[in-house]
């Protein structure tokens, strides 16, 4: 029988090393295509900055009477013969912290995936940097980068991430603020009182989130059958099944009862979920994101 799938072995820290260079050399060739993707979506796309109550400098524009005096900038209107006011940037829109899951089980491909679950993952962030960068927004990647507002953010993104990858399961969250936004992208194999935990801390800190659970085909179809030996990627543990077509059904209700789980927490939450799998287009996904990212943003402006 032909293998349904494969994963990468862990290996000795020297090893580890040649991997880690070996991935880098992909970075740009992820970037590309998450270039290429964001060219098929960025004519709908809408950026979500404005003015409001924030810290950093958003535009100048003209006096219109009736507003408060106190915030013309007196220096920017002796230029010329106009008035102007200094507009700050609107906070609820201050950072969107991106997250691309490092956890072993990510780097998994089925021969019904025509990438691994990591390659789709850092492909959809790096495009959602580019896309959010085009738009003037700030983008972050904790442990990685800081915020930063720049046409050439997704570059530079790539750039660290081909120097400096977590290995951490989950984004640290001491620099997260409230008023911002992150979206995780994970396969969310990890314990699920572990994930649920965690999300439950970043939301009670106010910040909105966005999970995308990203599969391969393997792991929702179970196609598996006759004698299969099954590795936990994470600890290396192994199962034996003598005919492992007798598990499909079990497993996959498990599966969808995860992923109904994770859905109705985030939704409770405010929270947007977004399910995604790598034999899918990966511009489905990222609208699927956009979508949310620019519905939240409305929302939140009009309680504002």
Not at 96 to 125: C, F, G, H, I, N
Not at 244 to 256: D, G, N, V
């Amino acid at each position: 029988m032909m293998p349904i799938g494969s994963s990468v072995e862990l290996t000795d820290a020297p090893d580890a090393l040649v991997r880690a260079r070996q991935r880098a050399v992909l970075m740009p060739d992820l970037l590309v295509d998450a270039q290429r993707i964001v060219s098929t979506v960025i004519a709908g796309w809408h950026g979500r900055r404005r003015r409001g109550i924030g810290e950093d400098f958003w535009q100048f524009r003209p006096f219109v009477e009736g507003e408060q005096v106190s915030r013309i900038d007196w220096r920017r209107s002796a230029r010329d013969d106009h008035v102007y006011l200094r507009d700050r940037e609107w906070e609820a829109a201050h950072t969107v912290w991106l997250w691309a899951d490092p956890s072993p089980s990510m780097r998994y491909q089925s021969t019904q995936a025509p990438v691994s679950k990591e390659s789709r993952a850092l492909v959809l962030v790096l495009a959602l940097a580019e896309l959010l960068s085009r738009s003037g927004e700030r983008i972050g990647y904790p442990g990685v980068i800081e915020p930063i507002a720049a046409r050439n953010a997704a570059e530079r993104l790539a750039a660290a991430l081909m120097n400096d990858r977590p290995e951490h399961r989950f984004a640290p969250d001491d620099r997260l603020r409230r008023f911002s936004e992150i979206v995780i992208v994970s396969d969310c194999l990890d314990p699920l009182d572990d994930i649920l935990a965690f999300v439950d801390k970043v939301g009670r800190r106010g910040i909105r989130g966005h999970l995308v659970m990203i599969a391969d085909p393997a792991e929702e179809t179970f196609p598996y059958a006759g004698r299969t030996e099954f590795r936990d990627p994470e600890g290396g543990g192994r199962l034996t099944a003598g005919r492992a077509e007798t598990l499909r059904q079990e497993y996959t209700e498990l599966y969808q009862a995860r992923r109904e789980i994770l859905a109705d927490h985030c939704r409770r939450l405010g929270w947007s979920f977004v399910p995604h799998r790598t034999d899918r287009l990966a511009s489905e996904a990222l609208v699927a994101l956009h979508t949310r990212l620019s519905g939240m943003t409305q929302s939140a402006g009009h309680r504002s």
